[in-house]
């Protein structure tokens, strides 16, 4: 991969977005799709311009986790609309197709669709475009680091050795086609009992601050294990957006004014 970036084969910015920000992590089900949300409501409080791009074609989850369903329209049948909620404008594969259909497509058929989701889609005025990468160091990822101007990209990890191990593979894959690491955020970083306020570190705590430190990018933020982020998640209401004074919610924000 090293030296395999190509500026003149980059699309050029996306008109109108001033910045692109991917959101990474090296394994699923560490809480990247959660963060990215988040980071794009939080990003959308602090008065930023937002977009938020679903590039997980496979899996699709920010239609259900911003609340928002139904098909994107074209004026002119060629570009389309992106859907809006919580004035966010977001697309996902998941609008264009059914939620329980597969998509059975191969590496050069996800590059298109990705493509075409950052070029056909009016996107409008936009500070920043929040893009929900899938986990791992595959084609959609490295379609986005090598032909999108990527400002940077924010890594997602729990404190669990097994899922530093997959961020740093992030990481160094990001590092091979040049793009800005922005620093990690640690998510399921510590457990509260809510009655009786013992702290529990269910996949043990730190480790993201450690690799970071060890990779010399900025360790963003700490974001606990709580129910109410799964909760407010699945009800496609963010915590950022429906219990915007909840301490979890000020770390979103400031995790959105840090990046
Ligand atoms: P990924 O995008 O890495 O696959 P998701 O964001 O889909 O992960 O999160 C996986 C599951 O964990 C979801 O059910 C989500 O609601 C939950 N989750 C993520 N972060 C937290 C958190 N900080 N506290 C509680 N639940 C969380």
């Given at each position: 991969?090293?030296?395999?970036r190509?500026?003149a084969?980059?699309?050029?910015?996306v008109?109108?977005v001033?910045?692109?920000?991917?959101?990474a992590?090296?394994?699923?089900g560490?809480?990247?799709?959660?963060?990215?949300v988040?980071?794009?409501?939080?990003?959308a409080?602090?008065?930023?311009?937002?977009?938020?791009?679903?590039?997980?074609?496979y899996?699709p989850?920010l239609?259900r986790?911003?609340g928002?369903?139904?098909?994107?329209?074209?004026?002119?049948?060629?570009?389309l609309?992106?859907m809006e909620?919580?004035?966010?404008?977001?697309?996902?594969?998941?609008?264009?197709?059914?939620?329980?259909?597969?998509?059975?497509?191969?590496g050069?058929?996800?590059?298109?669709a990705?493509?075409?989701?950052?070029?056909?889609?009016?996107?409008g005025?936009?500070?920043?475009?929040?893009?929900?990468?899938?986990?791992?160091t595959?084609?959609a990822?490295?379609?986005?680091?090598?032909?999108?101007?990527?400002?940077g990209a924010?890594?997602?990890?729990?404190?669990q050795?097994?899922?530093?191990l997959?961020?740093?593979k992030?990481i160094?894959?990001?590092?091979k086609?040049?793009?800005?690491?922005l620093?990690?955020?640690?998510?399921?970083?510590?457990?509260?009992c809510p009655?009786c306020?013992?702290?529990?570190?269910i996949?043990?705590?730190?480790?993201?601050?450690?690799?970071a430190?060890?990779?010399?990018?900025?360790?963003l933020?700490?974001?606990p294990l709580?129910?109410?982020?799964?909760?407010?998640?699945?009800?496609g209401r963010?915590?950022?957006?429906?219990d915007?004074?909840?301490?979890?919610?000020?770390?979103?924000?400031?995790?959105?004014?840090t990046?």
């Amino acid at each position: 991969l090293g030296g395999q970036r190509q500026p003149a084969q980059q699309m050029p910015l996306v008109p109108g977005v001033k910045a692109i920000i991917a959101v990474a992590s090296g394994k699923g089900g560490v809480g990247k799709s959660t963060t990215a949300v988040n980071l794009a409501m939080g990003l959308a409080a602090i008065g930023q311009k937002v977009g938020l791009l679903d590039a997980d074609i496979y899996g699709p989850s920010l239609p259900r986790m911003a609340g928002i369903s139904g098909r994107p329209t074209s004026t002119d049948g060629r570009k389309l609309h992106p859907m809006e909620n919580y004035g966010v404008k977001i697309m996902s594969m998941g609008f264009l197709v059914d939620e329980d259909a597969p998509m059975i497509w191969r590496g050069p058929m996800v590059q298109s669709a990705l493509q075409q989701m950052l070029g056909d889609v009016l996107w409008g005025e936009l500070d920043v475009l929040v893009v929900d990468l899938p986990p791992g160091t595959g084609d959609a990822q490295l379609t986005m680091a090598q032909r999108v101007p990527l400002a940077g990209a924010v890594i997602v990890s729990t404190p669990q050795d097994i899922a530093l191990l997959d961020a740093r593979k992030a990481i160094n894959m990001f590092r091979k086609v040049d793009v800005p690491v922005l620093g990690i955020v640690e998510n399921m970083s510590y457990f509260c009992c809510p009655n009786c306020g013992h702290r529990a570190e269910i996949f043990a705590h730190g480790g993201a601050r450690a690799c970071a430190a060890q990779y010399g990018v900025d360790f963003l933020a700490e974001i606990p294990l709580e129910l109410a982020v799964r909760e407010t998640s699945d009800a496609g209401r963010p915590i950022v957006v429906s219990d915007p004074r909840s301490p979890v919610a000020e770390a979103y924000r400031q995790l959105a004014m840090t990046v």
